[in-house]
């Protein structure tokens, strides 16, 4: 039988990957019985949706794109290592 | 046969958009890193910058890749694989990354309360390492209204921000970017056991973080 600490560790990791069989009748045993992991169930499944639902610039989000001068450098770079290479077999 | 920039359905035979002509690098191998940067290089940034969230280093990481990419000289058919193929290289950049970043302790001992769940499991309520009470998860009232609500959206972020670095890192991508766990432990170089852990943490600290500066005051108010 599952106490509640195990059972909390279950219901996160279900929330990941598909638990083995017994694991997850044991957990669904335990949410039979147990009226606070079942909260604790919904309630972290109500975390992924309002996560899911915050606005994207809500978060520490580094922007998605390259500078122009970000591109330019790396095409230089790039040029140069190209110039580095040996000359290709004709 | 060194490249030239047709527009489009040129003598080789491949379709490419027209390129400026300043950056023919006259490489006459399978590869035309000339348009990597255009092709390739912001969804190769946007996926690094996600996972270190610092620009400079996720340039750098994109750099590397492609200077890797022309060193190792590929020889593959087709754009679909040139994609995979920097795109794997850059997962092996970040996993470097990750490593001299982080020296990992892997969290061996499960048994061991972590510090999230100390004080919440006790021996009351459902015997030995049940909820205790005082702490055990009360019943929230959700409506659609909440999610959108700038008030509890704030609220939230407020409790996103308490998070340590790293466990903020895997959060996001597990949670808003919806990356699996196996990616996740292959990108960032975490063990799955670690993952678990971190993920564990993260949402037992944010649902008391919510019920705490969210619910309780809502309940209380009414």
Known sequence: MLNCRQATRLISQSLDAKLPWHRRLQMKVHLLYCVWCRRYAAQLKFLRRATRELPPEALDAAP??????????????LKESVKKLPPPAE | MSFRHPATGGADGRTRDSQPQSLDFGLSSGLDPESWVERHGDDLFGFAAARVRNRAVAQDLVQETFLAGIKSGGGFAGRSSERSWLFGILRNKLADYYRLQNREEEITDTELLLSEERGAFGTGGLGKDGWVMKLAPQA???????????????????????LPDKVAQVFRLR???????????????????????????????????????WFENKQRDE
């Open chain 1, 64 to 77: 998605q794109k390259l500078s122009s001068e970000g591109k330019e450098q790396m095409n230089a770079r």
């Open chain 2, 140 to 162: 929230w009232e959700t409506p659609d209204e909440t999610l959108i609500s700038k008030e509890f959206q704030d609220v939230l972020r407020s409790c996103l921000s308490r």
């Open chain 2, 175 to 213: 949670e808003i970017d919806d990356v699996s766990s196996e990616e996740i432990c292959k990108d960032l170089g975490v063990s799955p056991n670690n993952l678990w852990v971190m993920l564990h943490r993260a949402r037992m600290g944010l649902r008391r973080c919510l019920e705490v500066h």
